[in-house]
């Protein structure tokens, strides 16, 4: 095999592995194995047999819990107390 031909074989099996992992379910209730949901952080979750929840596939990191409250409080309006 000539090594052309093996670097254009290779580059069409790595496109083919990147398009089958870049599924994505539209809202948490079609979230399947195959095709997470994604939330805002770019955290993929995905459906656990005998359950009505959603897990997410990686730990959750103190810098992404601390990322995702940050965006909590900054979506909340906070009314202003009068005296």
């Known amino acids: ?18 398009e089958g992992l870049s599924k994505e379910a539209a809202t948490p209730q079609q979230a399947t194995k195959d095709a997470p949901w994604v939330n805002s952080l770019g955290m993929k979750f995905v459906p656990v047999k005998g359950t009505e929840v959603l897990f997410c596939i990686w730990h959750t990191r103190v810098q992404d819990f601390a990322a995702k409250q940050f965006q909590s409080l900054a979506m909340v309006r906070r009314p202003v107390r009068t005296r």
């Open 1 to 18: 095999m000539k090594p052309t031909v093996a670097i254009m074989m290779l580059g069409i099996s790595l496109t083919l592995m990147a």
